[in-house]
């Protein structure tokens, strides 16, 4: 049994410390992958190191006045456009750029009247953020298509099921062209071909790359990664943006995988051919004004004959990390662990089926706080005969708290013989033993799942719950400072801590009667501090999401009632008045027992 | 009391590093006594109570076997078999105290 419960201990202590990592994770560079970049496959002379970097920096960083989106489209000249039920936007012909990708669904607030959300934008705007695709060849001599090269486009626009064919002529003997699909929901189909009308062979590198410029706001906490990230070769490696301070960059080559960057609710990655080896490289460029990041691939060069054409396929995600559908895609494009583009940490094998189950409710109840609630409801009855021993153990307990003083002050000098006295009274009063740490500690993945799925998911944005939440991502905006919601103006800075909302306030409360409930502890000490740790545990869940802070408020409010009634049952008086009223049956805590007891703890020393 | 009295001259004369190792221990499960612990108040099935264990083993057996010792009684919370007093003895067993 020992043996068991230590290997046991061994593994939480492991996964304890990986969790740990995950949440606060050492500062350490990520080794850096300088694998051989794109040695020339069959021979080829001088491969092009890699795909083209973003345009350069304008020169002397001129203060640029910042367009408006239509400003910007409006700037770079003819579009090809796409309006579906999840996307809007255009691709520029000039560079065959998709720089104007917005969610239809996703709104900028709750107000469902705010702008759609911007996944990628137009030079020009604030946050320029796009995706290319063209060749590099090893001929100095090919002339390929560039930034400045404007396409000809087949149709005026993009929708699913019918694609667009982006075409240029070089003017020596090659085509190129662009077919752009656009599904249903946030995937770009590209083909990329070339056809040689030349009469002799050229050899090209198709590639594909996104540039966002300057460095975005992160949410800045250490439970969630956003930036460059990928699957190389199986495995995930995660980057942040500072990685790549001081133009730094990772080069790696991969057969299948992924690589993109992320922000916490949308992304915009690229997907290669899954058979073939890519040399993908991420790096940032310029500084100041001027930082781009731009991550990229390089697939196998085309080696195309007179008369052929060679194309290949590409795939940009650019959209909302809806869960059901990243697992989609993985499945219907075989994308390798397209999945962990969401980043479920390191408890994913907890947080995920909790996700699932969770959505599930909300599709039976329609309401994600309504779900969150259920959710509780299950968690408490799979614990509830534990908790139900335990409440039993700590309300003979606090009965018999009036009698503990006593033999503390009886024998307070001989700690020995005063536990050997509470143990009698224990076995003469039938205290069975407490269930002991494990029902609370199995509450903890509970929670932090939980935490971890509202605050990640982007099914949890703008979901609302019953009167002023009206989302359960965020915390609760009805807070003190703002006179619970009904004066509007901007709480400074400072006094964020201060400004606690309903909830959390309601949580605090909760927390204060389950203490009421409970047996003081023995230390003084502690004992004092705990009485203010409700106080301090409002202030500190105040600022978390207002579906958490719902769920342990409703969580307390469960333990409150079975506690409540099982005191009840027992007889135990409830409040702290009860010690008092209590004290007759503190009659004759027998000490006359007392030697054979001592005798067995003069053997309990040896043992 | 021999008991005690055998184990002070041991730790009167313990290493500096040893000594600092065994005071930040005992910081951090002081500090674990007076925030975290809220959550786990009625649930101890033994008497002292798991930190209160530590940080007398700890105290008494230094840092290294302290740790072991106090990782032991962890292990045994939650056993069928084990519950009541249960204080840190002197010599290094793994097997739980034995009281009725």
Not at chain 1, 9 to 18: E, G, K, N, P, Q
Not at chain 1, 249 to 254: E, L, M
Not at chain 2, 22 to 43: E, P
Not at chain 2, 47 to 54: D, G, L, N
Request: aromatic letters at 12%.
């Amino acid at each position: 049994m020992d043996q068991k419960n230590f290997i046991v201990a061994i593994v939480l202590s492991v996964v304890i410390i990986m969790g740990w990592q995950t949440l606060f994770p050492a500062k350490t560079p990520p080794p850096q992958q300088q694998t051989t970049q794109a040695t020339s496959p069959n021979g080829t002379p001088s491969a092009p190191a890699s795909a083209p970097g973003a345009p350069a920096a304008t020169p002397a960083a001129a203060p640029q006045k910042v367009m408006t989106l239509d400003e910007a489209l409006a700037a770079q000249g003819p579009r090809v456009t796409f309006n579906t039920d999840q996307l809007l936007g255009s691709i520029a012909l000039k560079g065959a750029r998709i720089d104007d990708v917005r969610l239809a669904k996703q709104r900028e607030t709750i107000d469902p009247n705010s702008p759609p959300v911007p996944v990628l934008s137009p030079v020009g705007t604030e946050h320029p953020y796009y995706a290319e695709f063209g060749w590099s060849a090893s001929d100095p001599n090919v002339k390929l298509p560039g930034p400045d090269t404007l396409w000809t486009a087949g149709n005026p626009s993009v929708v699913p099921g019918k694609p667009v064919r982006l075409t240029w002529d070089n003017g020596q003997g090659l085509i190129f062209a662009l077919d752009v699909a656009l599904d249903e929901f946030f995937m770009f189909d590209v083909r990329q071909s070339v056809e040689n009308k030349s009469d002799k062979p050229v050899t090209v590198f198709p590639w594909s790359l996104i540039v966002r410029y300057g460095e975005p706001k992160a949410e800045g906490i250490y439970i969630l990664h956003e930036g460059p990230y990928g699957v190389f070769n199986g495995s995930l490696k995660e980057f942040s943006y500072s990685d790549f301070k001081d133009n730094k960059q990772q080069k790696i080559s991969t057969t299948g995988g992924w690589v993109g960057i992320t922000d916490k609710y949308w992304m915009a990655t690229l997907v290669p051919d899954q058979q073939s080896k890519v040399d993908v490289s991420i790096k940032s460029t310029g500084s100041g004004a001027d930082l781009k990041y731009q991550i990229d691939y390089v697939a196998p060069g085309k080696e195309i004959a007179p008369g052929a054409t060679a194309a290949t396929d590409a795939r940009l995600f650019a959209g909302a990390k809806i869960v059901k559908l990243i697992d989609a895609y993985e499945k219907k494009y075989g994308i390798e662990k397209f999945d962990l583009t969401i980043d479920w940490g390191w408890f994913w094998f907890f947080t995920k089926p909790l996700f699932w189950l969770l959505e599930w409710l909300y599709g039976q109840l329609g309401n994600f706080g309504v779900a969150i609630l259920v959710l509780t409801v299950l968690v408490k009855a799979v614990f509830f005969p534990l908790a139900n021993k335990s409440y039993a153990a700590m309300s003979k307990m606090k009965a018999l708290q009036p009698e503990m003083e006593k033999l503390k002050e009886r024998y307070g000098e001989d700690r020995q013989r005063m536990n050997q006295e509470l143990m009698q009274l224990y076995r003469r009063e039938k205290v069975n033993p407490a269930a002991g740490c494990l029902p609370i500690v199995v509450q903890i993945p509970v929670f932090f799942a939980l935490y971890k799925v509202l605050y990640t998911t982007i099914e949890m944005r703008h979901q609302p719950f019953f009167g002023w939440i009206k989302d359960l991502s965020a915390p609760d905006p009805a807070t003190i400072l703002t006179g619970f919601g009904f004066i509007h103006w901007q709480v400074p800075e400072i006094l964020h801590f201060f400004n606690i909302g309903v909830w959390p306030l309601i949580m605090g409360v909760t927390m204060y009667l389950q203490q009421k409930l409970n047996p003081a502890p023995a230390d003084p000490v502690q004992a004092r501090v705990f009485q203010f740790l409700p106080i301090l545990f409002t202030f500190m869940m105040a600022p978390f999401s207002a579906g958490l802070v719902i769920y342990w408020a409703w969580s307390n409010t469960l333990s409150i009632a079975q506690q409540y009634s099982i005191m009840r049952r027992h007889g135990t008086p409830i409040g702290s008045k009860a010690a008092t009223k209590a004290k007759p049956v503190a009659a004759v805590p027998a000490p006359a027992n007392g030697g054979s007891t001592s005798k067995k703890g003069g053997k309990a020393k040896k043992g | 009391m021999t008991c005690h009295a055998r184990l002070a001259p041991a730790s009167a004369n313990r290493q500096f590093p040893g000594r600092m190792l065994s005071l930040a221990l005992r910081g951090a499960i002081r500090f674990y006594q007076l925030t975290l612990a809220y959550f786990f108040v009625g649930a101890c099935r033994y008497e002292p109570s798991c930190s209160a264990y530590a940080a007398e083993a700890v105290a008494r057996h230094g840092a290294l076997r302290g740790s072991w010792l106090a990782a032991h009684r962890l292990c045994r919370c939650g056993t069928r078999r084990g519950r009541g007093y249960a204080p840190v003895t002197s010599s290094l067993s793994c097997s739980p105290v034995k009281v009725r």
